[in-house]
T-cell receptor, first 113, second 113 residues
Framework: AQTVTQSQPEMSVQEAETVTLSCTYD???????LFWYKQPPSRQMILVIR??????QNATENRFSVNFQKAAKSFSLKISDSQLGDAAMYFC??????????FGTGTSLTVIP | KAGVTQTPRYLIKTRGQQVTLSCSPI?????VSWYQQTPGQGLQFLFE???????NKGNFPGRFSGRQFSNSRSEMNVSTLELGDSALYLC????????????FGQGTRLTVV
């Protein structure tokens, strides 16, 4: 079975600084996708970034980038130039050949002005 | 283009009652998945519906059921409510079953007293 682990329940970062959120996963599948979702107080899950496992190049979306280490089954999210609006719960998620997402337990990010 | 709409946003029910939650996916999307989010268990997959058929089901008791209508709107029902059913119920909309891109609604916060 697929599992996703986020070992940092809470993180904080100073505004304009950089923070990295960690995620590891376990799977026996070779073809899969990894995601980072953001859940602000409004509760809606918003896709931050997506990585296809077959791509060696790390995905980047503006201030958000990932460090995807397939052999180590690690998928961390780096947020550069942190902004107050980045404060939220961040979930790492896995999707393989099945129809469901597997989510980690989340990391609560606080941005300090 | 309207997003995923979940109704109601908040609900308070008494133990033993039943409840029905609704999810309207993005126009043109035919797959609807349901997730239960609790502080202790995180996000757990309930089931997925595609073209009015249940495609996949998570590890939940039979008290949890759902259906999908011809316009792709989906409802989930929980019978004989228990205190432990208190959670945020999220709905995710995708174009097709198994799509890697999913859009989430804002959820229904169910409180069982």
């Amino acid at each position: 079975a697929q599992t996703v682990t986020q070992s940092q329940p809470e993180m904080s970062v100073q505004e304009a600084e950089t923070v990295t959120l960690s995620c590891t996963y376990d799977t026996s599948e070779s073809d899969y996708y990894l995601f980072w979702y953001k859940q602000p107080p409004s509760r809606q899950m918003i896709l931050v970034i997506r990585q296809e496992a077959y791509k060696q190049q790390n995905a980047t979306e503006n201030r958000f980038s990932v460090n995807f280490q397939k052999a180590a089954k690690s998928f961390s999210l780096k947020i550069s130039d942190s902004q107050l609006g980045d404060a939220a719960m961040y979930f790492c998620a896995y999707k393989g050949t099945g129809n469901q997402f597997y989510f980690g337990t989340g990391t609560s990010l606080t941005v300090i002005p | 283009k309207a997003g995923v709409t979940q109704t109601p946003r908040y609900l308070i029910k008494t133990r033993g009652q039943q409840v029905t939650l609704s999810c309207s996916p993005i126009s043109g999307h035919r797959s609807v998945s349901w997730y239960q989010q609790t502080p202790g268990q995180g996000l757990q997959f309930l089931f997925e519906y595609f073209s009015e058929t249940q495609r996949n089901k998570g590890n939940f008791p039979g008290r949890f059921s759902g259906r999908q209508f011809s316009n792709s709107r989906s409802e989930m029902n929980v019978s004989t409510l228990e205190l432990g059913d208190s959670a945020l119920y999220l709905c995710a909309s995708s174009i097709l079953s198994g799509s890697t891109e999913a859009f989430f609604g804002q959820g229904t916060r169910l409180t069982v007293v």
